[in-house]
């Protein structure tokens, strides 16, 4: 009977357990709606904002402090975007597996390559690479508790300047990029130096070459246009990490609860069995005892 109490109590606990993942799998379902809406209405505008600045910069020669290139890049920064909270399956750790091989792929000495920093954003993020010996500029946990533009435009701002002040010669982005509730893509990109290619020109400005009148001056505009376009970039890719770690945690917690249903079927399957193989068991006693006392 013993046995019997033991099947009891995992059923009870993964029953409990099931009941919580089907709980926050619910709750992850509303906050991916109010994310994947943030995230759509942003992106029309980001790439309408990226095809303007496309066809200013077409066929001009600029000089730019964004656009300044280096031959030989001394000192690169990363600014890896995670989450704060875990239960969302491989989003974590599949991106810091991409960028731990980028690093590895693309530097020197990989980690330890001198004049390589991080800026983590999410708890996750900065446990991670802080144990592993990065080194790591700015740590933002607690970043998604409230996710504001201000913020991330505050954070752009220095890294701009500190590119402008020539303190850093490269500045990459590492993110999950929202495609559906079970896809994200993970995405290392080199956002400064900004690249004229890089921007995405629509077909309609293609397809039809005008000279156009600019107030005050094309120069002017493109240098206001440019750090705008890098802190929706930025704002843009926060959303995106955002929206994909609601889907991944909705995936996973649905997942858990398929497996805990399966679980507790199987334990119900061997407690019957069980259950069924001690009543046999006792009435076979009985019937050895009854059969004893009528022989005597």
């Known amino acids: ?13 993964v029953n409990n357990t099931q009941q919580i993942t089907k709980a926050m799998k619910m709750v992850a379902a509303a ?18 904002l990226a095809s303007v600045i ?18 030989e890049p001394k000192r690169s920064l990363f600014i890896v975007v995670g989450s704060d909270r875990g239960l969302c399956g491989g989003f974590n750790n599949n991106l810091f597996k991409e960028i731990e091989l980028f690093v590895a792929n693309n530097f ?38 409230q996710l504001e533009y201000e913020l991330s435009t505050s954070l ?41 290619e890089d921007l995405v020109v629509a077909d309609t400005y293609k397809a039809v070459q005008l000279d156009y009148i600019y107030e005050p001056d094309q120069e002017s505009i493109i240098n206001e246009l440019l750090p705008k376009y890098i802190e929706m970039h930025f704002w843009k890719a926060i959303l995106e990490s955002n929206a994909s770690e609601q889907g991944a945690r909705m995936t996973a917690m649905d997942s858990a609860t398929e497996n805990a249903k399966d679980l507790e079927r199987n334990l119900r399957l061997k407690y019957n069995q069980a259950r069924q193989s001690a009543i046999t068991t006792e009435i076979s006693e009985i019937v050895s005892g009854a059969q004893a006392l009528s022989d005597s």
Request: charged share 30%; glycine share 4%.
């Open 54 to 71: 496309g066809r200013l910069i077409q066929g001009q020669e600029l000089i730019y402090p964004l656009l300044r290139e280096t031959s």
């Open 156 to 196: 752009m701002n220095d890294i701009m300047e500190n590119f402008i002040k020539e303190n850093i010669d490269e500045v990459y982005l590492a993110y999950n990029e929202f495609k559906s509730v079970i896809t994200q893509n993970r995405k290392v990109e080199k956002i400064l130096p900004l690249k004229a």
């Open 1 to 13: 009977m013993a046995n019997l109490r033991d099947i009891r109590n995992r059923i009870t606990s």
């Open 108 to 145: 020197e000495n990989g980690k330890e390559a001198e004049g390589l920093s991080l800026i983590t954003i999410g708890k996750k993020a900065t446990t991670h690479f802080s144990k592993r010996s990065y080194s790591v500029d700015a740590k933002y946990p607690g970043f998604f508790d």
């Open 31 to 48: 906050k991916l709606r109010k994310a994947q809406d943030r995230i759509i209405q942003t992106r029309p505008y980001a790439n309408t």
